[in-house]
């Protein structure tokens, strides 16, 4: 007979009274798989494809049946011939989602962290960059960032030019920045209250707290919305188009341009670029509602 009572995580399964992370739920989908990502699956459905298939056909049907009449090249085979400076534009298009996420990233980390700051007057500043920037039409900031900046610097006697798409990569990066910091500043706020006061009994200091035990909490609260706001900003960069910036839609327009500005190639050039950023963007959706469902916190 035993004297002293169970010992929970020695003598029997450890429980605990914090909440716990709810397990992700699959879905019958394709089997697509990703890195990180392990069980998940994008929910892909076969219509979905043949929807998009059909619907891909149909424009391009309907440009034949226009085009064969006057021009001896189908409009498919111009397509083809014109694809590889579309998908070059395309990959502009990425390289300023990925620099833009990677600089509103680490700014908006920084601003809102300084909005749970002990100092007042930093959180009172840190909130009213946040607002002001969160609450701006990405188009007027587009606007400002591209016509400000210098055409070229010197550095050392030597001029430097600054291109268009790193105008517009600075441009994005502002209302990212915004958008992260609140995101930042909530998922610290979310962690209950016991925790600080349990690393304060431990005698660590506000930067240990951070660091050590408030901030590793909060990546898995962060990773979804970070994935959302990308979606977003991947979405808006062909707006870049208007300041000149040479990206998939750009080229698009420029090889419609070339071919005589041939009216029933607009329907499948610019479907062409809708499904580029479609196959791009619907799996991190996808990837967003699962880890949002994975990560959720039982109550």
Partial sequence: ??????????????????????????????????????GWRPEVKAWHVVFAVCLFALSVGVAEAQTRVDYGESVFTTLWRWMPLILKGFGVNLLISVVAMTIGTIAGMMLGLAQVSQLKGVRAISYVITQFFRNSPWLVLLFFMTLTLPFEVRIGGTSYIIPDWIKATIGFSLPVMANISEVVRGAVQSIPFGQWEAAESLAFTRRQMMWRIILPQCFKRMLPPWMNWYAILALA???????????????????????DGRPELIGPFYFFVMTLFFIYIYPIGRATVWLEKKFAIKT
């Fill in 1 to 38: 007979m035993r004297l002293f009572k169970r010992i929970p995580g020695i003598d029997s399964p450890g429980r605990s009274d914090f909440p716990v992370l709810a397990p992700g739920r699959k879905s019958n989908s394709l089997p697509i798989r990703f890195a990180g990502l392990a």
């Fill in 237 to 259: 960069t062909p707006v870049c188009f208007i300041m000149g910036v040479e990206e998939s839609v750009a080229f698009a327009k420029q090889a419609i341009d070339a071919e």
